[in-house]
């Protein structure tokens, strides 16, 4: 592989979506190519899913049965097209289960050569190869037994998730068939930004679709990409055109100008207050509030479609409101997430793992805001760490907010309320958010900090260290002329009679032999 020359700026993607007003002929073209486009992603994905198993790996350039697929697309570029594309997904669907392989060896209970085995396999992706695996510094062959360890380790991972559906794939097309050039006259009074020559599945035939642009699309800087991504709106069913433009050259910019004033902020993500800054500031007032009547509007169009005896999603009413609603949570969350970089400028960002669950919401809305508000805030942070070198971390949410930032009690009575926190071993009182952004970004550097620990372990790991801190009481009449609230906390009751537990058992065999 060629190295790239020394100084060359890496390319940042951005993909913009545009409409377009094509006439229905031209439109039935176009969802002609896409269903055969998707039909054709299906059948290879079944193609390399058998090649991984036989020899352990995807290959975007495996074509033994060019002919077929040829048929079913209508021209030899547009598979080639596919396969990468189908690979690219099916290889990032594998990457994350490596990490989880990884993750589930790591915090196993093997020895330490035999970890370094399966960290090997894992590394090489060998989890299926047929074929000797070597260890790279010494040359000994990994024993059939952790190879049948690794398989049978990455089967249950597997498992465990459900592989790509490429049933609903956009299709990614470049230059050779889809040609995208800027308007010359046609410009349609100025509303049509490009002009894409398509291929069809007539071959030699191609049709121009007229693609429609908007303020955000002719404000972004950069080179913009030879050909686009064809897909469907979710909510509408309308047919959609990204236009690519690489912002690498503007971001090394940005990067260079951004001077961070603080080393890390910590960040609570609450559906009352959209975030709570580890140093008091409340961000996003009035969220769940809004959505509250985003919930009352489509809970009542879903309502009035069922009594009919349709699905919700097949009225334009349901639609319209649940696109609005998603549009809401991107400009919501891509202010309130600008105005904290503005007004702070950390280096580092620490989140909880994201839950949009909220009790106070229906199951229906709780659903679409989960979707959507993960991939909403997940693209933000990777949009500041390619603009600003702005890092971000996850940590465990598990009992950030029952846990006192300051003496580091853990207790459910902490909270008497959805906005209070109150500690009931030292007194501290503050709001109960911003309590909970000061655990976040303790546990950045703790151990319990981690996103793969189970609850039980967290909260097993504050009651051990609580212990070990023998923290006083700060309030006035405190630990030693008041009842201690660990007599009636069943977190600290439980590991109290574990204790004893454990200590009789060390006492009977002295007891016996005595």
């Keep these: ?16 979506l545009l409409p377009s007003n094509m006439t229905a002929s031209k439109e039935a073209q176009v969802r002609t190519v896409l269903a ?16 991984f198993f036989e020899t352990g790996r995807f290959n975007k350039n495996y074509d033994a049965d060019k002919v077929t697929f040829v048929a079913v697309i209508g021209a030899a570029n547009r598979v080639q097209m596919c396969r990468w594309q189908v690979v690219g997904q099916l290889d990032s669907w594998l990457s994350n289960r490596a990490n989880e392989f990884r993750s589930a060896v790591t915090h196993s209970t093997l020895d330490p050569d035999t970890k370094h085995m399966l960290f090997v396999v894992n590394w090489l992706g060998a989890w299926f190869a047929r074929r000797e695996i070597a260890m790279k510094e010494t040359g000994e062959i990994i024993p059939a037994h952790a190879l049948a360890l690794a398989r049978s380790i990455m089967r249950g991972i597997m498992r465990r998730h459900r592989r790509p559906n490429l049933r609903h794939i956009s299709m990614r097309l470049d230059h050779r068939a889809a040609c995208l050039a800027a308007p010359n006259k046609a410009t349609q009074d100025g509303n049509v930004g490009w002009w894409v020559n398509l291929s069809t599945m007539t071959k030699g035939i191609k049709i121009a679709v007229p693609l429609l642009t908007y303020e ?3 404000n972004r800087r950069g080179q913009v990409s030879n050909g686009v991504l064809v897909t469907e709106d979710r909510d509408t069913g309308k047919l959609m055109f990204g236009v690519v433009t690489d912002i690498g050259a503007d971001c090394v910019a940005s990067r260079a100008a951004y001077k961070p004033e603080r080393e890390l902020v910590a960040l609570d993500f609450g559906l009352s207050t959209l975030f709570a800054a580890d140093d008091g500031a409340l961000l996003g007032k009035g969220w769940l509030t809004a959505l509250r009547g985003y919930d009352r509007r489509i809970s009542e169009i879903a309502r009035g479609q069922q009594r009919h005896g349709r699905k919700p999603r097949d009225s334009a009413r349901y639609r319209r409101a649940v696109t609005a609603l998603r549009g809401w949570i991107r400009t919501e969350v891509g202010r309130v997430l600008n105005a904290l970089v503005a007004a702070k400028r950390p280096a580092s960002l620490v989140l909880e793992r994201l839950n949009f669950q909220n009790p106070a919401l229906s199951r229906r809305l ?14 933000k942070l990777v949009d500041f760490k390619d603009r600003f070198g702005i890092t971000s971390d996850e940590v465990n949410p598990a009992y950030t907010s029952q846990t006192c930032s ?3 009690y853990v207790d459910k009575r902490n909270r008497p309320s ?10 501290q009182r503050m709001h109960a958010d911003v309590n909970a952004a000061r655990n976040i970004g303790q546990r950045r550097a703790l151990p319990i900090g981690s996103v793969f620990q189970s609850k039980a372990s967290v909260l097993a790991d504050l009651v051990r260290q609580f212990g070990e801190r023998r923290v006083l009481s700060t309030r006035s009449g405190g630990r030693g002329s008041t009842a201690d609230p660990r007599s009636t906390n069943p977190y600290f009751g439980g590991e109290r009679t574990k204790s004893a537990r454990m200590s009789k058992s060390r006492l009977l065999p002295d007891l016996v032999a005595a």
């Design 366 to 379: 709780n659903r679409i805001i989960q979707n959507c508000g993960r991939a909403v805030i997940g693209a």
């Design 418 to 427: 959805q906005g209070t926190f109150r500690c009931l071993w030292c007194g």
């Design 216 to 218: 955000r699309h002719e």
């Design 1 to 16: 592989m060629a190295r790239k020359p020394k100084g060359t700026i890496p390319p940042v993607m951005r993909c913009d």
């Design 406 to 408: 300051c003496c580091g």
């Design 36 to 51: 055969a486009y998707r039909s054709a992603a299906v059948m290879l994905a079944r193609e390399h899913w058998r090649l």
